[in-house]
């Protein structure tokens, strides 16, 4: 079974420019979360989505960050403009969802890396 | 509110060497899971394990045991015999199921096993 894809791996922008990360998660898994994941500290959720619903984006810095899960398949996370203090690994994880609000394992891709200049 | 902490930073040892990883938690919900992910260099988030508040049995996976009480609010991690392999930073989770939509991450564990 194909596990959490992401790319680009890296990326290296300047401060004030735009960049689009892409994630396809595990097939069959409804639910897509976003994460940021600074160095030296645990992943924070960006965003959580359930198919193509929005099921929690409070932690999401809605005034640059964007995402959307149109087909609610694959997502793209967009940051317009970057800011220095974005540099961290963008992680993208998904999980079944089997109903009734349960809680089941997230399994993650291999992150996308931003160094912001 | 939910927290996760693990208060050990960093951790060196020797390889064969057996080591225990900390995780303490604060939940106000009865019914809750716990998680514990390995990250490598490669930096992917790797499963290792999910436990639910209801089963309190100790867990053994090859060289892996992981130590649930909710009496102390531990789920704490060991890894019997370590290799090299075993270098990288190590999380535990938490969500709760009432309560919480969402994984909440300790710190980490920096674990360096040294050949």
């Known amino acids: 079974e194909a596990g959490v894809a992401q790319s680009p791996r890296y990326k290296i922008i300047e401060k004030r420019q735009s960049v689009a990360f892409w994630c396809n998660p595990i097939?069959?898994?409804?639910?897509l979360y976003w994460y940021q994941q600074i160095l030296g500290q645990g992943p924070k959720l960006l965003i959580q989505?359930?198919?193509?619903?929005?099921?929690?984006d409070s932690q999401l810095p809605k005034d640059r960050f964007s995402a959307e899960r149109l087909k609610g398949v694959d997502s793209t996370l967009k940051i317009q403009p970057a800011k220095l203090e974005d540099s961290a690994v963008y992680l993208c994880?998904?999980?079944?969802?089997?109903?009734?609000?349960?809680?089941?394992?997230?399994?993650f891709g291999p992150g996308t890396r931003l160094l912001v200049l | 509110a939910q927290k996760v902490t693990q208060a050990q930073t960093e951790i060196s040892v020797v390889e064969k060497e057996d080591v225990t990883l900390d995780c303490v938690y604060e939940?106000?919900?009865?019914?809750?899971?716990l998680f514990w992910y390995k990250q490598p260099p490669s930096g992917e988030l790797v499963f290792l394990i999910r436990?639910?508040?209801?089963?309190?049995q100790n867990e053994i996976s090859g060289r892996y045991s992981w130590n649930f009480q909710k009496s102390t609010s531990s789920f704490n991690f060991t890894i019997t015999a370590s290799q090299v392999v075993d270098s990288a930073v190590y999380f535990c989770?938490?969500?709760?199921?009432?309560?919480?939509?969402?994984?909440?991450f300790g710190p980490g564990t920096r674990l360096s096993v040294l050949p």
């Open positions: 994880a998904s999980s079944l969802d089997l109903g009734g609000g349960s809680k089941e394992t997230q399994y």
């Open positions: 097939s069959g898994h409804a639910t």
């Open positions: 989505f359930q198919n193509n619903g929005v099921v929690d």
């Open positions: 939940t106000r919900d009865t019914t809750y899971y």
């Open positions: 436990r639910n508040s209801f089963d309190e």
């Open positions: 989770a938490l969500i709760e199921d009432n309560y919480g939509q969402n994984f909440v």
